[in-house]
């Protein structure tokens, strides 16, 4: 609950869901366009740049949905303490529980996605 409304009943939420939404789809589309030329033979021996964007936009859309479910867990996400005595209490579904752990893993999805930095330029002539 923000201000006494629920989460999804705030219009801001609800468009960066859609985002979300509509970049797996774009994400999508583009993997199948990379797919369907290499299938058809279409491909050459340097990598199609649109790869660099599916890398780019895949790792950005998963750190955003992370984000999304750290915010709709409010209140009762709390990163897990390993070995701690009361590992078992439970203050929330087991989504919750998961939400702060992976927030924080999926932060190096921008280094081992190839970093932004270097996957950029490749990919910003595709947009």
Not at 79 to 103: D, L, Q, T
Request: hydrophobic share 40%.
């Amino acid at each position: 609950m923000v201000r006494g409304k629920a989460l999804w009943d705030h219009p801001r939420f609800r468009d960066r869901f859609i985002e979300a939404q509509i970049e797996v789809k774009a994400m999508e589309m583009t993997a199948l366009r990379v797919l369907s030329a290499i299938q058809s033979g279409h491909s050459s021996d340097e990598p199609d740049p649109a790869t660099s964007v599916i890398k780019l936009k895949g790792a950005q859309t998963q750190q955003l949905m992370t984000e999304m479910f750290m915010e709709l867990a409010g209140d009762q996400v709390i990163p897990r303490v390993h070995g701690a005595e009361c590992k078992n209490a439970r203050i929330g579904p087991a989504w919750v529980e998961r939400s702060a752990p992976n927030y924080f893993n999926f932060r190096k999805a921008s280094i081992y996605g190839g970093s932004d930095q270097v996957q950029k330029p490749s990919s910003a002539k595709l947009f």
